[in-house]
Nanobody
Framework: QVQLVESGGGLVQPGGSLRLSCAAS????????MSWYRQAPGKERELVAG????????NYADSVKGRFTISRDNAKSTVYLQMNSLKPEDTAVYYC??????????????WGQGTQVTVSS
């Protein structure tokens, strides 16, 4: 079955770094765009970063540009999110998402269970 398993979250001080990983299985990873979303308490889930299936193009939320880097290793079916210069406002549950268009043009996606990132002194 499809699985997206996030890891690497935790507690970090402001200005620190974390690297999130999302290991995928059960589908053709190299055919899917991958994204990281986050949801803070009382807020809606928001897109943090995305990367196309080949890894040739990425996009970022304005709030994380220059601090976060998304990357993927299709041989390992894993997507990463390197987070530097972390701020308290980055505190959230971070979710991995895999998505692709079906031959009929419908969007098909999967979600991981999330990993908590807490930025606090």
């Amino acid at each position: 079955q499809v699985q997206l398993v996030e890891s690497g979250g935790g507690l970090v001080q402001p200005g620190g770094s974390l690297r999130l990983s999302c290991a995928a299985s059960g589908f053709t990873f190299s055919s899917y765009a991958m994204s990281w979303y986050r949801q803070a308490p009382g807020k809606e889930r928001e897109l943090v970063a995305g990367i196309i299936s080949t890894g040739g193009s990425t996009n970022y939320a304005d709030s994380v540009k220059g601090r976060f880097t998304i990357s993927r290793d299709n041989a390992k079916s894993t997507v990463y999110l390197q987070m530097n210069s972390l701020k308290p406002e980055d505190t959230a549950v971070y979710y991995c998402n895999a998505g692709t268009f079906t031959p009929l043009g419908n969007w098909n996606d999967y979600w991981g269970q999330g990993t908590q990132v807490t930025v606090s002194s």
